[in-house]
Nanobody, 121 residues
Framework: QLQLVESGGGLVQPGGSLRLSCAAS????????MGWLRQAPGKEREGVSC????????NYADSVKGRFTISRNNAKNTVYLQMNSLKPEDTAIYYC??????????????WGQGTQVTVSS
């Protein structure tokens, strides 16, 4: 059974860093684009970043460009989101998601349960 489990969230001060991980089970990540989305209180879920199946193509929301980096290790069936220079407006539940195709831009069909990231002094 397909499962995505996020970890690495927590409380961090503004300017700090966190690294989120998403471990997949029940299927092989190799053939699918993967993404990170987030949902802040009272707001709709938004896309943060996506990485293609090969890892050769990535994209980012304008709000996180230059601060966040998505990566994947297909051998470990895991996707990561390195978040630097965190701001209070990055506070949200972060979700990992898998697409049904290899390229980004075609949406997602499965999500994890999410991990809370809180940026506050």
């Amino acid at each position: 059974q397909l499962q995505l489990v996020e970890s690495g969230g927590g409380l961090v001060q503004p300017g700090g860093s966190l690294r989120l991980s998403c471990a997949a089970s029940g299927f092989t990540l190799d053939y699918y684009a993967m993404g990170w989305l987030r949902q802040a209180p009272g707001k709709e879920r938004e896309g943060v970043s996506c990485i293609s199946a090969s890892g050769g193509s990535t994209n980012y929301a304008d709000s996180v460009k230059g601060r966040f980096t998505i990566s994947r290790n297909n051998a470990k069936n895991t996707v990561y989101l390195q978040m630097n220079s965190l701001k209070p407006e990055d506070t949200a539940i972060y979700y990992c998601a898998v697409s049904s195709v290899a390229r980004c831009g075609y949406g997602y069909n499965n999500w994890g349960q999410g991990t809370q990231v809180t940026v506050s002094s």
